[in-house]
């Protein structure tokens, strides 16, 4: 039973406020979890709530830990294994569609603390507690090497140069050529003067003069760390094309040009043959439905299509995107949807669909760990949590890593199996 609930303002991977919630139970256990933040959102998230005003540029977070308090008062007392029960409370209590009235970042740290007091109680680490006897895969990781968009001041326009080791023969492995895919990338930027450090989520600072010359880069770096791009090694990109496009129009900020959504769909056409690309994130823009179709009918029988702004970890509206052949695959954010409940429903309409599912961290993270759970105990397949740098990235990689010991002989890597294309 809950006892307690506290919410207290931290601090994220940028710097910015957020929200940490803890809780206590009537046996002792207390546990605790921050929400996440991001930058390049899609419009039919859950919404953050920040204060305005001057204070930290307007995102402090003294409102949404009033809602904490509030949220307290009608917890206390209940069963933290009721996690639906507590979910749907949540949802009532703030009621409105968006969670603007408490705001998602209340509600999505108090639904994880739940959810982690709950593990702790039965003691179980997280990912056990939620596979509940089920058999569960290590996730592939998608691993970002060059960052870009909207988390790199739009120096290039693809916001996610990432790579997928899925002939890897365990998590480890996969980390380990990872590991030296990005130690030969920060090797050749530096040999080329264009070494500037890294962007928000730990990629090197996107210093191209266009999209693909990064992806020329890309190919080097795996090359030069003694992999086979295509055989072993994947190319896996998010677009975030919503930063860039809307009404049919894509505005490249790099070479200046503007295409529209079937210019769009014959460039990255144009790059999935020439590169081993096993993935694209938000091709379209999360306004051009009809984009995303097309782009799926042409492509989705060789490549993943993610929609991360279009399905914002919405079960509806996975299972309409499906239903119409919009995407493949789709991007689980516990803070899109607000509570754990709805995030597993969004994942399991997905799997319902036959789709990828790739459990994601915000561009703005934390310490907390909670997704790497997520993606073995729910067995999302897939894990994206952003670069091999900065600790709030490495501690989802490192976290996957003892899950994947403790279960020694045992451990089962998704690899290929994650991927939802039969054509390779
Ligand atoms: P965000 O980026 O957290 O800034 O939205 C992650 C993503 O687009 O997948
Ligand atoms: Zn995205």
């Not at 108090?110 to 179980?124: D, H, K, R, Y």
């Not at 006897?133 to 090497?145: A, D, F, K, N, T």
């Not at 409940?341 to 915000?362: D, K, M, P, W, Y």
């Amino acid at each position: 039973r809950i006892t307690r609930l506290q919410g207290r303002r931290v601090w994220d991977s940028r710097g910015r406020p957020t929200v940490e919630a803890e809780v206590a139970l009537a046996c002792g256990v207390t546990a605790r979890a921050i929400a996440p933040a991001g930058a390049s959102t899609g419009s039919g998230e859950a919404l953050e709530l920040r204060d305005g005003g001057t204070r930290f540029g307007g995102l402090d977070v003294t409102k949404a830990l009033s809602s904490i308090r509030e949220i307290a008062s009608s917890l206390e007392g209940l069963d933290a294994r009721d996690q639906a029960g507590i979910d749907e409370r949540l949802v009532a209590l703030d009621g409105t569609a968006n969670r603007s009235r408490l705001g998602g970042n209340a509600i999505v740290a108090t639904s994880m603390a739940v959810l982690q007091a709950a593990a702790a109680s039965a003691g179980e680490p997280l990912w056990r507690y939620l596979a509940d006897g089920r058999p569960v895969r290590m996730p592939l990781p998608e691993v970002q090497i060059f960052g870009g968009g909207a988390h790199a001041a739009r120096r290039v326009d693809v916001q996610d140069f990432m790579v997928m080791c899925p002939a890897a023969g365990s998590f480890s492995e996969a980390l380990e050529w990872t590991a030296e895919i990005y130690l030969a990338a920060g090797a050749l930027m530096k040999k080329a003067g264009k070494l500037q450090g890294v962007a928000d989520e730990g990629g090197y600072w996107p210093a191209f003069d266009s999209n693909e010359q990064a992806l020329d880069m890309l190919m080097r770096a795996i090359a030069d760390a003694g992999l086979r791009p295509g055989e072993q090694v994947g190319i896996s990109l998010d677009i975030a094309a919503s930063e860039f496009g809307r009404d049919g129009r894509y505005v490249l900020a790099l070479d200046g040009r503007s295409l529209d959504t079937g210019e769009m769909i014959a460039m990255l056409g144009g790059w999935l043959d020439a590169y081993p690309i096993l993935s694209i994130e938000d091709p379209l823009a999360e306004d051009d439905q009809d984009g995303f179709r097309r782009f799926t009918e042409a492509y989705g029988g060789r490549c993943q299509v993610i929609g991360d702004d279009l399905l914002v970890t919405n079960a509806a509206r996975v299972a309409a995107s499906a239903a119409e052949g919009c995407t493949n695959a789709v991007l689980i954010k516990p803070n899109q949807a607000g509570t754990i409940t709805e995030t597993h429903a969004a994942l399991a309409a997905g799997r319902q669909a036959g789709f990828g599912t790739i459990v994601s961290a915000r561009s703005g993270e934390t310490e907390d760990v909670t997704i790497a759970h997520l993606s073995v105990g729910w067995d999302a397949g897939q894990l994206k949590v952003g670069s091999f740098s900065r600790s709030e990235r490495m501690a989802k990689w490192n976290e996957v890593l003892r899950i994947e010991e403790s279960l020694g002989r045992d451990a089962v890597f998704s690899g290929w199996s994650a991927l939802p294309f039969k054509d390779r």
